[in-house]
């Protein structure tokens, strides 16, 4: 896809800064420096990569944060526009198996990107009709034409992308994208079991959004996937954060960890961010925060603060990563245990409760990365949905893990507490608090209504001139490829606003 190139800035160098080390903040550091500003990057946490964390203990090694790698080539082209080979320094393998799929009702699908491979897979396996699958990743397909361009690696609010997709896009088609359908709605047009129905309403959650609310747009979710192929980078989801530090650093970015921007403020024309140690001044100030608490506790704004708390939350979680003795090869490297009732688990998320059947994601990444865990042993990060700000305390995580160990016990077959060795657990309150995540919300704002992109925070400030935003919380939304599109549209913005 062809990129609407910036304009150069007329005047350099501006110093700017970054607010925020996760993938956003890295990524938007180094474009900046591509403009020639001189940039510095502030985190509080000792080390950056925001969610793109990592646990050890006792051998086992645990991405506790994303595990799904889509679009890796936006992670290359970040090096490819610092003329840098991107293989010298990140590398990362396709997963032929896609995912492993477990329903209560005893069956079991392997997903993979060949599309007639897995409409004979869901055929066998489910009793879904043959071509429903292809039909509907034909219609993920055409979704992602029609809108990927304008509200993923655009922006639909501004001109240029406005005027080239409505070129491209004919009328007819727009009444197809399903603004006004839910991408439960869709997948019923397109599958008869309630099996397939299920996984592909999962990828709802890829957003932390429920799929009986979620527009019908979200049916371009899949084909990030199925389209484009499921990765693992070479030494594990930190490898992003770890191979964009190094990057930021060649391009000279000033990277300053256990750094915490406590308060913001414009003096004079330049914004002024505090520090424990030290004020910085800058021209350009990028929030790659989570935006609420940056307009809560670092830039008070009751204007803005009221209007970003109003939007549903996406979901949060509870994470038992476990170091687990013993090899299981009925499982695969990503694999979902789903509930027997999906649409009263999305009920009970919306009413804040824990669902009493869960989904429970399992990834194992010592499947394809022997060295993540002892000889014999396998790390196993197991995560539940759960709504945002949901209370931590001992007794509500210990319930929750009961839960999940008889469900993994009864669909699997064996007991699992008696070869946990190693168990770090995360919990809704530690995420907000770990990444500054407003209520420990993985996404941000949730997707659970056509208007949630419009409602997104723009990667520009109309408000504050100088002021910019990136990340998960603002436009186009959560997850890796996201974020570092937003990272990209953040510093076109820079371009046209320094030109
Ligand atoms: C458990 C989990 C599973 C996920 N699974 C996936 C997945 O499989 N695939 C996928 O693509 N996405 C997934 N996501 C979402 C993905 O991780 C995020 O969308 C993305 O990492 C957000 O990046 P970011 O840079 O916007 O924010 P963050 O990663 O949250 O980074 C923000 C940074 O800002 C720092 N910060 C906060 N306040 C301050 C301050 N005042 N001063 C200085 N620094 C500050 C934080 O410490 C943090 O380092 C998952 C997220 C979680 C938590």
Redesign the pocket.
Known sequence: MAEIPPPLPKVVPKRAVV?????????ASIRLARLGLQVTL????S???????EYQEKGYRFD???????LPHLVDALFELCGEEPARYFRYMELPDMCHYFYPGGQRVVTCRDRGTLDERLAQALGEPPGRTKAFLSHSEMLWRLTAELFIFGDFRRWPYLRRAMAQIALADLMRVGFFSTLDKVTRRFFTTQEARQLFNRYAT???SDPYRAPGTLAVIPHAEYGFGAWLPEGG?VAIPRSLEGLARRQGVRILTG????KVEKLNGLWRVE?ALETFESEILVC???VT??FT??FPQPAWRRKLIRQERST??F?FNWGIRGLHPQLGVHNIFFSSDYATEFQSLQLQQMPEDPTVYV?ISSKALRSDAPEGCENW?V?VNAPAGFPSDVGKTEAIKEKILKKLNRQIGFNISGQIEVEYV?TPSF?GS????YD?A???AASNSPWSAFLRMPNQSRRFPGLFF?????HP???????LS?AKLMSDAVARYLA
Not at 19 to 27: E, M, Q, R, T
Not at 434 to 437: A, K, L, W
């Open positions: 607010i925020g080390a996760g993938v956003a903040g890295l990524a502030l985190e509080k946490n080390s950056t990569g925001g969610k793109l964390a506790i944060g994303p595990s799904l790698f889509t890829y957003n932390g989801m750094t915490e921007a406590r520090t790659a925060v989570d608490t940056f506790r670092i949060s979680a994470v990834f990060f995560m995360l995420l770990r990444d500054g995540s420990g993985l996404y941000g990136c990340g998960g919380t603002v939304g959560g997850g890796i490829p996201l974020c937003s």
